[in-house]
């Protein structure tokens, strides 16, 4: 919420989803293939069961280690078939209908650089197996583009990740990211490709889908844990977002609500990123979003992270002088804004009472009307109610 304020001087003044197709017919030599892999006839040259190593692009695939061993085939064949660019073909690993879903799922999830691979699959069904045994995909990039686009696409990562200071620390590197992506990309419902990365990286107009992408896409391409998380917002809507690993323990990160042009408040002159999804916990997020992935996420508990916690915009407690004395701090060393979170909806509640219906603005109003010669002066401000959080412009 922003509101707007006025002292005058002399007196006090107080998601991603994809569209599956199922056929379930089967005839000619594609019947006769299938029986022969059924039949063991055929064997896969893709996995089997119980290997232990096998070629993943050099990142955790974080939904592989979740889901049934007995879907690690299909997973792996899925995953080497779409690598090599083949957007339809018989399958060696045939399995249910939900279980080729669950792995297609998750082989989408743990690759965001599968840039081409559209919204839309079909999935063929054996009528006498009762099982898939063929794929097609639709693809947003034709073949023979793939190539430089993947190029291109690597050089905007490549770009993003030269830029990050030299030492800097696992969080400092997320917060880059988290930063980066929000400076460089616009919230744009509609936009071309916004599920996938191309859409933030090189179009730099995207949705949720697209955000998180990229964002998991520059931190594979450091080496760093980040999975891909599925939900929906407290409105209902689907949504996306990421879970990155700092040391031992987890942590929700939601470049897209960080935007301020997707939360709305672009625009009036006050372009502030909302730091509240970066590094969170699950009671934090779960304030507003709602996790619904096909496998267990790992609990994000520890709070250490925070944003303001550790820019010293933190008070567990409201304490008039404590605040007053930031206030003025604030004023004094000519910032135009101040940020404060608060610990509980108490601390909260008191400040906004004390800021907004006492006097507590009155003093540092006072202040920069004395520096600026002037008889008013005019503050403006934004409360985030979910999140304790008071922000005051001063100009």
């Known amino acids: ?25 089967l005839t000619g030599c594609a019947q006769v293939d299938s029986s022969l892999m059924m039949l063991g006839a055929k064997k896969s040259p893709y996995y089997q069961l119980g290997d232990t190593t096998w070629e993943h692009g050099g990142i955790e695939e974080y939904y592989f280690n979740q889901i049934p061993s007995e879907l690690n085939e299909i997973y792996r064949e899925l995953y080497e078939r779409i690598r090599d660019g083949e957007d339809e073909a018989q399958l060696y690993a045939q399995v249910p209908i939900d279980d080729f879903w669950t792995a297609y799922y998750a082989v989408m999830a743990d690759h965001p650089e599968f840039f081409w691979v559209g919204t839309n699959v079909t999935a063929q069904e054996a009528a006498m197996s009762g099982r898939v045994v063929s794929y097609q995909l639709t693809a947003t990039v034709p073949p023979e583009q793939r190539a430089d686009m993947k190029s291109r696409l690597e050089q905007a990562a490549d770009s993003c990740i030269a830029s990050i200071p030299e030492g800097s620390s696992d969080y400092q590197k997320i917060r880059y990211v988290y930063e980066y992506l929000i400076n460089t990309t616009d919230y744009e419902p509609g936009s071309p490709d916004n599920q996938n990365i191309q859409s933030a990286l090189l179009n730099r107009r995207s949705v949720c889908a697209g955000y998180a992408r990229a964002f998991q896409y520059i931190l594979h391409r450091m080496g760093m ?11 209902g809507g689907d949504h996306a977002w990421n879970i990155v690993r700092i040391g031992d ?15 709305g408040v672009a625009g009036d002159g006050h372009e502030i990123i909302n730091y509240n999804y970066l590094c969170c916990t699950d009671e934090e997020i779960g304030r507003t979003h709602r996790t619904e992935t096909s496998v267990p996420m790992p609990p994000c508990s520890d709070a250490s992270l925070n944003f303001y916690r550790l820019s010293g915009a933190y008070y567990e407690y409201f304490d008039y002088d404590v605040v007053h004395q930031a206030l003025m701090d604030s004023v004094y060393n000519d910032r135009d804004s101040i940020v404060m979170k608060f610990g509980s909806e108490v601390a909260y509640e008191s400040a906004k009472w004390n800021l907004f219906s006492g006097s507590m603005l009155t003093d540092p109003a006072q202040y920069l009307m004395d520096v600026y010669g002037t008889g008013t002066w005019n503050y403006s401000y934004r409360t985030d109610d979910d999140f304790y959080l008071i922000t005051i412009f001063w100009r």
Request: hydrophobic fraction near 40%; include cysteine; proline fraction near 2%.
């Open 1 to 25: 919420m922003r509101k707007m304020g006025k002292i005058r001087g002399g007196r006090k003044a107080g998601a991603w989803l994809l569209a599956g197709t199922l056929l379930l017919s």
């Open 225 to 235: 844990f980040c999975t891909y998380v599925t939900g929906k917002t407290r409105d």
């Open 249 to 263: 323990m987890y942590y929700h990160v939601d470049v897209t609500w960080g935007d301020p042009v997707f939360v």
